[in-house]
């Protein structure tokens, strides 16, 4: 079946670097892409998404890059902290409204070094 | 509440045993999704309720895991006669405008 697979399953970086996880997709039908963070013992938390129509979103110290060509997606975090130490998962869903599954990747954990 | 919570926070059950899980999602919130999530795993869609109708039960592994909604708020994972196979954490997401907001999960271990 189609799924949603990360490069590196560990990531370690200096506090103050910036940090980038990638992830690979497979189901080209996909309309709309999501980070997720995830920390010891809690839920995914939302970062940021993208649009299948879009191939760059900023947020706050985050940026989405989608390259739909080489169905790539990444996620780059600026002036890495340590709060910013947990599992990095690239999601993805068909289109983006309430009704509509998102399906995971295996994720990629990030250890911020002080 | 201001999220979405889960209970039990932690279950430890005998082979054999059946488990129910609990979900109270953010209220309003049409969109209910059950996640499963083995140790160092990305989450697994089981099941998705859209108010009270359960639309798609796709990623239920078996016949031993039952979901339901009955008044499109509240929503309850079942797990029959658990086998050790079902221990993972298991986590139930609502939603509203497309974003998921999960709530921090149920760990069964089964023994």
């Known amino acids: 079946g189609e799924s949603v697979g990360l490069h590196l399953p560990t990531l370690s970086v200096q506090e103050g670097d910036n940090s980038i996880i990638n992830c690979a997709y497979s189901?080209?039908?996909?309309?709309?892409f999501i980070w997720y963070k995830q920390e010891s013992g809690k839920g995914p938390q939302f970062i940021i998404d993208?649009?299948?129509?879009?191939d760059k979103r900023q947020g706050q110290r985050v940026t989405v890059l989608l390259n739909k060509t080489v169905k790539h997606l990444s996620l780059q975090i600026a002036a890495t902290q340590p709060g910013d130490s947990a599992v990095y998962f690239c999601?993805?869903?068909?289109?983006?409204?309430?009704?509509?599954?998102?399906?995971f990747g295996p994720g990629t954990s990030l250890s911020v070094i002080p | 509440g201001a999220g979405v919570s889960q209970s039990p926070r932690y279950k430890v059950a005998k082979r054999g045993q059946d488990v129910a899980l609990r979900c109270d999602p953010i209220s309003g919130h049409v969109s209910l999704f059950w996640y499963q999530q083995a140790l160092g795993q990305g989450p697994e869609f089981l099941t998705y309720f859209q108010n009270e109708a359960q639309l798609d039960k796709s990623g239920l592994p078996s016949d031993r895991f039952f979901a339901e909604r009955p008044e499109g708020s509240v929503s309850t994972l079942k797990i029959q006669r658990t086998q050790q196979e079902d221990s993972a954490v298991y986590l139930c997401?609502?939603?509203?405008?497309?974003?998921?907001?999960f709530g921090e999960g149920s760990w069964l271990t089964v023994v």
């Open positions: 993208i649009r299948s129509n879009m």
């Open positions: 189901n080209s039908a996909s309309d709309y």
């Open positions: 999601a993805e869903a068909g289109q983006r409204t309430s009704y509509d599954k998102v399906i």
């Open positions: 997401a609502s939603s509203l405008t497309g974003t998921l907001n």
